[in-house]
């Protein structure tokens, strides 16, 4: 049986990664891997993270199970970040579960949204990769409307149109913000606006937040998240902490549930239970230990945002300075200085894509994705003079 089993196409990402390390240039850049870079570029472990982990290390003093909902303490001390200082819990309608990365938060929301009995969910295109492998692997149907205009701003009347013929028995998943792969999010007025449309469609809400403080700021870039609970009864959120904590590969995430009846959250949450029981168990522990470690003390909290400031301090440099070159032959990069988080889509074809590669040492994902922590003041001339001569 296992002989019939068909070859499956590479991940397009990891097999560019392949390519950009085996590739002998020293003035090649790698835009394709979705990781934070610094000046250096670097991805080094975040200080208050090795901070908490030797903490960690000198105070855990057992690595017992702990249950499908893995570590409470983080799970919770989350909560005002994402939801709000005042009353994270919404009076008693949100809590949520530990998660392997985001990845596992939207696969636990969707198969969570499913149980409950949704039947489509509706997505704005381009979307990260993985959403929709997630939907095809659940069975969800998937009805999808463009994110952008060939503009580069949001489509909000491909958003009004589908939503329009939206009902009850749907779902739509948003990006909480730094919209991957475009970088371009809705403004304040545009969540408003959504916010109301969802609600008077009783469409359920799946936010995705990925790049929380990656954007415009730790509260700023909850706006999206926050505006559309306080217009709706119930929602799922997804929450991964690999990014604005740079644990990747430790896989720290969260699910959140909110419902409208508090009396009704003990029983919605164990449905993710029994899911996260059936998949994976229970998710790692160091991750979520660690990021904890830091939320419970003010010290490594203040070095944590100080990273993250700096972090989003350096992209938009980078972003201000491609801003800053304007019209390059068909690419217009103004338009990035205005977009948020690690990527942007540049408007290239296949050939000129590979042509940036096999000629110019750059990698970037076929769609013409770059992830803007790929540049540094030492090569981002560069790479704009050869984007100039492929897009001449
Ligand atoms: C939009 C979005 N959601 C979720 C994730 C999942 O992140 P992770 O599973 O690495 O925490 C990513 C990662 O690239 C993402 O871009």
Known sequence: MLNNLEQQPADALLALIKLHNEDPRVDKIDLGVGVYRNGQGDTPVFAAIKAAEKKLLETQDSKAYLGPEGDMGFVHALMPYVFGKDDPTKGGRIDGMQTPGGTGGVRLAVALAKRAGVKRIIMG?????????ILADLGVELKTFNHATKDGVVDM?????????????DAI????????????????????????????????????L????????????????????????????AYSCDKNFGMYRDRVGAVYVMVSDPA??????S???????AAWSMPPDHGAAA???ILEDAGMTKLWLDELDSMRTRMNQVRARLAAAGKVGSVDFAALGGQNGLFSVLPLNGEQILRLRNDHGIYMAGSG????????????????ADVATVAA
Not at 218 to 230: I, K, N, Q, T, W
Not at 271 to 277: E, K, Q, S, V
């Open 369 to 384: 994705r770059i992830n803007v922590a790929g540049l540094t003041m030492g090569n981002i001339d560069k790479f704009i």
């Open 271 to 277: 449905n993710g239970h029994a899911l996260a029981r």
């Open 264 to 269: 009704q959250l003990g029983a919605a949450l």
């Open 210 to 237: 990925a790049y929380q403080g990656l954007g415009k700021g730790m509260e700023e870039d909850a706006y999206g998240v926050r505006c559309v609970l306080a217009a709706v009864p119930e929602a799922l959120i």
């Open 291 to 293: 990021v904890r470690l």
């Open 125 to 133: 295109v381009p979307s990260w990769p993985n959403h929709a492998q």
């Open 173 to 208: 998943l948003l990006h909480g913000c730094c919209h991957n792969p475009t970088g371009i999010d809705y403004s304040n007025e545009n969540w408003d606006e959504i916010a109301g449309l969802i609600a008077a469609r009783k469409v359920l809400p799946v936010l995705d």
């Open 157 to 169: 009347d491909a958003l009004r149109a589908v939503l329009a013929e939206a009902g009850e028995g």
